[in-house]
């Protein structure tokens, strides 16, 4: 059986993206008389005002942007940027006729920003955007290393402020709430599978931490010299890069190998390299 080509893959899961994008704003979002933060939000806004479809509106305010994309971030990106921005209008008018009913306005929020959160993670996964506030996250992620939930946070803010004046501080709340929402899992989308942590270990049984480490954990571990100077003594630090899930069985380890060794644990964003991601790719190694 043949594989499915790559671009054919990623495409399909712009497109799959672009259905929970669409189905949030469209089944949860509007039905609930809610708002978005980013240019989602202005465009759920100018739809109450106007009553024009919310992708019509997001797919005329998104032209300047792409426009300006197509001279900092290339023509690949913008012909899949536009891609996506198609995909979310077409999503967003599929999904019109089926307006979700919630028990409760918080409800809506936090499944509308689970939704459009995770439909704008996916995309940005495969190197599409769904535009609007997208283009602006990813530029600043790949140019300074500011996270997308950062980046979204300051300009949701401007949005929600509007919002806040324009229709009052009960649907401003709500608002925050989904927009809150949907950067976190935009964050956690794009960076949380690579996300780990770095331990940097001082034992005077280091030989044998590396090795309970490197049988029980899977991991490798970095041998170098370290001098105190507090003691004066000279003593190993082990350099050990581990997943979220493994700091625990980690510091059992090296609890019943020395119990007096010092351990320090630092978040790491991204890590790449044997046994986590490849460098230039998001599949694991």
Known sequence: MRRVPLWLRAYLQMAAASALVGFGISSLIVPAR????????VSIALHYLT?????????????PLLAWAWRTQGLRFVWRTGVG????????????PLRLSLPSTLLAALYGGLCVGAGIGGMLRVGGSTGGTDILARHLYRSRGISYSHTYL???MVVLGTIAVWVG????????????????????VVEGARRGRLALIITHEATEVSRRVSRELSRGATR?????????EERPLLL????????VRLRTIVAEVDPRAFVVLLPATEVFGEGFFTLGGDGQT
């Open 34 to 41: 809610l708002a978005d933060g980013g240019l989602i939000g």
């Open 51 to 63: 009553h024009l479809g919310v992708g019509t509106l997001y797919t005329a305010m998104n032209v």
């Open 85 to 96: 921005v198609a995909m979310v209008s077409l999503a967003s008018a599929a999904f019109a």
């Open 154 to 156: 300051v300009s949701d």
């Open 169 to 188: 501080l009960p649907a401003a709340m709500y608002a925050w709430i989904t927009t809150n929402v949907a950067g976190r899992v935009v964050s956690y």
């Open 224 to 232: 170098l010299r370290g001098h105190g100077t507090w003691t004066g």
């Open 240 to 247: 050990v890069a581990v997943a979220d899930r493994q700091v």
